[in-house]
């Protein structure tokens, strides 16, 4: 069992017909068949949506978004067609809160693998190298430890998972099988490409991107990539100048929450079937100011 501890209830606005509620966004339809996109403060970890929220998270997953997407926009088109950051630009009755954390989206027909690219050994990539040397088939060499870099990035897809439900790795075999093989070649190629132009870009910055997931849908033949990129909720970003090989990493994300969570201090047991706790107080600053940090230390921009 998992999922919403409590599942909110979508907001209702006039001329958006609401889609879905995600982990962290709420999707909806306007008149003009877009999507709108609604990123909130919700929190997950282990296949769960915590009872609590982390205040701005919402909005630094939004602007730290569009600001990749114009970073990436040689190497692939993005689903963005406008951004809402200001209350003046949000649909007549929709809260404020809504600036800056909402966009107006191309409507794709989306494709049902996580793109993972992995430039460093850790996660669950960690536990099938120990168990077999292997990433998702892929063979890798001996000698590798938690937070080890790879001889080069490797494409490591999952399934898409409904919430309260696991991804699961999956071979680029499988892939090709569910979206053909020409599709399946794309998806290798752009979330390699994407991903080395942003570790290189992030290590400029002193920050370490162990790895990261796209998503991606098709516009007619077009290949888009689309919902978030490059955040702390789908990478893990490491402090540079505290990576060490051999242990778990620092990190900008949400393993923060994830190293509390499964502490003896919260007292949950993940292996059960009872919800996770609320977290506390100083958990929830911490993790705020970690993803402000990866904000401002990536885009060079103090957050407002």
């Known amino acids: 069992m998992s999922g919403f501890v409590d599942k909110p209830e979508p907001v209702q606005v006039p001329g958006l017909v609401h889609l879905h509620t995600g982990k962290v966004r709420d999707l909806y339809q306007n008149d003009e068949g877009e999507l709108v996109m609604v990123a909130s403060d919700r929190m997950s970890a282990y296949d769960w949506v915590l009872p609590t929220e982390i205040p701005d998270k919402g909005r630094v997953l939004t602007q ?3 600001w990749w997407f114009d970073q990436l926009a040689d190497l692939v088109t993005n689903h963005i067609i406008r951004p809402l950051n200001t209350v003046g630009e949000l649909p007549k009755g929709a809260p404020a809160d809504w600036a800056g954390r909402t966009t107006v989206c191309r409507s794709l027909r989306m494709l049902p693998v996580e793109c993972v690219a992995r430039g460093y050994l850790t996660g669950s990539g960690l536990v099938e190298y120990n168990r077999d040397r292997t990433v998702c088939g892929l063979a890798l060499p001996e ?3 938690d937070g080890s870099e790879l001889p080069a990035a490797i494409f490591t897809p999952a399934t898409k998972a409904e919430v309260g439900e696991h991804d699961e790795n999956v071979s680029y075999e499988e892939v090709a ?3 053909g093989a020409e599709t399946a070649t794309q998806l ?3 979330t390699l490409a994407v991903y080395g132009r942003a570790r290189d870009m992030a290590r400029d910055r002193g920050i370490v991107l162990a790895d990261t997931k ?3 849908g098709l516009d007619g033949d077009t290949l888009v990539l689309a919902d978030e990129v490059l955040t702390p909720d789908s990478s893990r970003f490491w402090p540079a100048e505290q990576w060490e090989p051999g242990r778990s990493q620092p990190s900008f994300d949400k393993q ?3 190293d509390w969570l499964t502490s003896a201090e919260s007292g949950w047991d993940r292996a059960s079937e009872v919800p996770p706790p609320p ?3 100083d958990v929830v600053e911490r993790t705020r100011d970690k993803y402000i940090e990866a904000y401002e230390r990536l885009t060079g921009t103090p957050w407002a």
């Open 188 to 190: 290798r190629q752009t």
């Open 143 to 145: 000698g590798l430890v």
């Open 256 to 258: 923060y929450v994830r």
């Open 64 to 66: 730290l978004s569009l």
């Open 177 to 179: 099988r569910e979206v």
């Open 214 to 216: 796209f998503e991606f």
């Open 279 to 281: 977290l506390p107080k």
